[in-house]
Every structure is written in C-alpha cells, then in structure tokens.
T-cell receptor, first 113, second 115 residues
Framework: DTAVSQTPKYLVTQMGNDKSIKCEQN?????MYWYKQDSKKFLKIMFS???????INETVPNRFSPKSPDKAHLNLHINSLELGDSAVYFC????????????FGSGTRLTVV | AQKVTQAQTEISVVEKEDVTLDCVYE???????LFWYKQPPSGELVFLIR??????QNEISGRYSWNFQKSTSSFNFTITASQVVDSAVYFC????????????FGQGTRLTINP
C-alpha cells in the first residue's frame, strides 16, 4: 500500500541513451512533481502537473519530458542522457488547497556512465 | 522570489548533546508554509513538521522543537539529547499558500551524531 511509488529505484545507463522513470500515487492527490537532488544534496523542482496539466516547468533542458497520463501517474522521460544527469530524482504528490507537506517517493538514483 | 538558507553545511556533535539547525528564509508573501524534512542515510525524505506563517507558536514533539520567528524570518529546529539515529541531512523548505505550490528547499544541513 505504498503511497507514492517510483520505478526503478536504481538506474545505471550509458551516455546517449534514452530512459524513463515512472511514478504512481494512490493517495487521491491531484498534483504531482518531479524534483532533482544533485550530488551536493540540493533539491530543486523540475516539473509539476495538476490534473494532467503542466503547471510548473522550471529551467530544465528539453531532453527532459514529463508525461502525465492521468492524475495518479507522472512519468519522466530523458533523451540523450549526459553525465550531468546523474542524480536522485524524487516524485512527490499533494492535494491542491490542502495545507499538507508533500508525500515523496523513495527516489530513483540515476547514474550515467 | 523565494529563498531558503541553511548556513550550516555540516554539524557534528556527541550523543546526548543538544543541537540547533538554523533556517532563514526570504519571501514577499505575507502568508506561507514552512517545513522541515529529514533525509536519513537510506535516502527517503521524511516529513517532520509544517508551520503556517500566521501561527508563531513554537512546537515541541518529543525531543524535537521548532522556533518560528517571523520578525527575523527564521524557523530553527532543535534536537534535545541527540541520538545516533538522528544522523541525517535535514532540509528546511518554504511553500507559497497561493499560486504554484512548489517547495523551495534550503541547501540542507548534514547532522552527524557521534556515539
């Protein structure tokens, strides 16, 4: 009964490959997010979707493309992976108008070699 | 623009000592939320507390306490009688009440509790 689940947990891939990370939440939330945590532990938002609509798109290379088929799912596709994309990617969800913190997934550690 | 600063990059103390983690924030909003998250070595992000900007009461939860001072834009976190299991990276974060509900995180403070 995991609240926010991400797959895979670990991903090792070569430069230039294309990969996807998937996220699903069963909390009934309507807003989902992708955050990136770099090697210095700094957490920064990348994207947010509300009811399948993109509402936040920070300065992220266009090699990163999020997709939300429904409000319970948010996927992240990355084209032409670069060494600098190595990081931990966290998915999170929340319910609009409800003053909770986010519920975070356990993270996907992406290593580009 | 919103900004959160955790000036202490790393703190190391001996078990049973008290330790305070500082958090200073910047925002033009008059109402907002402040949060603390814990990231243990296992890597997940654990929610600790949420505080509304209009509620300046300090909060205590067991060995944890939080001191919110709107006048100085600070939201400090104190662990009393620290334990080895408190070793983690701690993040302070800010979120607007209106508009895009993204969390803006500080840089994190790595806390090491030595036995």
């Amino acid at each position: 009964d995991t609240a926010v689940s991400q797959t895979p947990k670990y991903l090792v891939t070569q430069m230039g490959n294309d990969k996807s990370i998937k996220c699903e939440q069963n909390l009934g939330h309507d807003t989902m997010y992708w955050y990136k945590q770099d090697s210095k532990k700094f957490l920064k938002i990348m994207f947010s979707y509300n009811n399948k609509e993109l509402i936040i798109n920070e300065t992220v290379p266009n090699r990163f493309s999020p997709k939300s088929p429904d409000k319970a799912h948010l996927n992240l596709h990355i084209n032409s992976l670069e060494l600098g994309d190595s990081a931990v990617y966290f998915c999170a969800s929340t319910l609009t108008g409800v003053p909770y913190g986010y519920t975070f997934g356990s993270g996907t550690r992406l290593t580009v070699v | 623009a919103q900004k959160v600063t955790q000036a202490q990059t790393e703190i190391s103390v001996v078990e049973k000592e008290d330790v305070t983690l500082d958090c200073v924030y910047e925002t033009r909003d008059t109402t907002y939320y402040l949060f603390w998250y814990k990231q243990p070595p296992s890597g997940e992000l654990v929610f600790l507390i949420r505080r509304n900007s209009f509620d300046e009461q300090n909060e205590i939860s067991g060995r944890y306490s939080w001191n919110f001072q709107k006048s100085t834009s600070s939201f400090n976190f104190t662990i009393t009688a620290s334990q080895v299991v408190d070793s983690a990276v701690y993040f302070c974060a800010l979120r607007r009440i209106q508009g895009a509900q993204k969390l803006v995180f500080g840089q994190g403070t790595r806390l090491t509790i030595n036995p």
